[in-house]
């Protein structure tokens, strides 16, 4: 199970960055400064350009879906694996976006989190906490299954 979870978060991790050098290119393809808020700039994206991003959003949960049946053996552990690697691709996203353009500058800044079915939007401290949480919660479990 160790080698699982260290896999599936390598994954995660990947992912992560991949997604966030994909956000970096179309943020500057659309002209948007690196420090605009996600939330102002929904307002002037464009309609042709929000459906292709919610493609690409749906995308991303099929593949931590995919992983996640093809990993786990029960309905439980593949819920949770799929949580796992949820959490180390949503924290690494951000990691990655501070790391290649300094955003967000805080985390207070407001983000379009997702797009599906509607914008959800919140500061970024809401979702690095809620991935933050999920890999601890989940490794304690681990831990605590193996003792």
């Known amino acids: 199970m160790l080698l699982k979870l260290t896999l599936l978060a390598i994954f ?3 992912m992560a960055h991949f997604e966030g050098v994909v956000v970096v290119y179309l943020r500057k393809a659309l002209g948007m400064l690196d420090s605009d808020s996600n939330k102002e700039s929904l307002k002037s994206f464009p309609e042709r350009y929000l459906r292709i991003e919610m493609t690409r959003e749906a ?11 093809l990993t786990g053996t029960t309905w439980i552990e593949k ?11 949503d924290l690494f996203y951000y990691l990655s976006l501070y790391i290649l353009i300094k955003w967000p500058p805080n985390f207070k800044t407001i983000d379009v989190l997702f797009l599906i079915p ?9 979702p690095i906490g809620v991935s933050s949480l999920t890999i601890i919660g989940i490794a304690l479990l681990y831990l605590l299954s193996a003792i």
Request: hydrophobic share 80%; proline share 6%.
């Open 79 to 89: 819920g949770i694996f799929f949580l796992w690697t949820f959490a180390f691709w």
């Open 12 to 14: 995660g991790i990947a």
């Open 59 to 69: 995308a991303t949960i099929i593949m931590l879906v995919a992983i996640a049946l």
């Open 118 to 126: 509607k914008p959800w939007i919140a500061p970024v401290w809401f």
